[in-house]
């Protein structure tokens, strides 16, 4: 498994922005394809974005931040990003990175994820 580590949650009034960072000491990030995940107070986790392991295929899987949320990486850095905008209060969750040793995310279902951060946790409030 892949040691991922989130940064960057925290407060932020509604319509703020927070950018979110997944690393690892323990591997390179640019073999695997990774995913951000949310899980809300007694909501299950739900997948929010994946990017490929080159950066070229994006998938957005929640509806609800298209246009507001943006996934990247930096392979160099052995960094993958998600940058979040126009922040809501339903944006509210524990976010995880996880990563898959697969090119792209296509097809993946959460499961599929074998190595999960400990998760950051985001609260939108004023």
């Known amino acids: 498994q892949l040691p991922l580590v989130e940064s960057g949650g925290g407060l932020v009034q509604p319509g703020g922005s927070l950018r979110l960072s997944c690393t690892t000491s323990?591997?390179?990030?640019?073999?695997?394809?990774i995913g951000w995940f949310r899980q809300a107070p007694g909501k299950e986790r739900e997948g929010v974005s994946c990017?490929?392991?080159?950066?070229?295929?994006?998938?957005e899987y929640e509806d609800s931040v298209k246009g507001r949320f943006t996934i990247s990486r930096d392979n160099a850095k052995n960094t993958v990003y998600l940058q979040m905008n126009s922040l809501k209060p339903e944006d509210t969750a524990v976010y995880y990175c996880?990563?898959?040793?697969?090119?792209?995310?296509?097809?993946?279902?959460?499961?599929?994820?074998?190595?999960w951060g400990q998760g950051t946790q985001v609260t939108v409030a004023s």
């Open positions: 996880a990563a898959v040793r697969l090119r792209t995310c296509k097809n993946s279902a959460q499961k599929d994820f074998g190595s």
């Open positions: 323990g591997g390179t990030l640019g073999a695997y394809a």
């Open positions: 990017i490929s392991s080159s950066g070229d295929d994006i998938i």
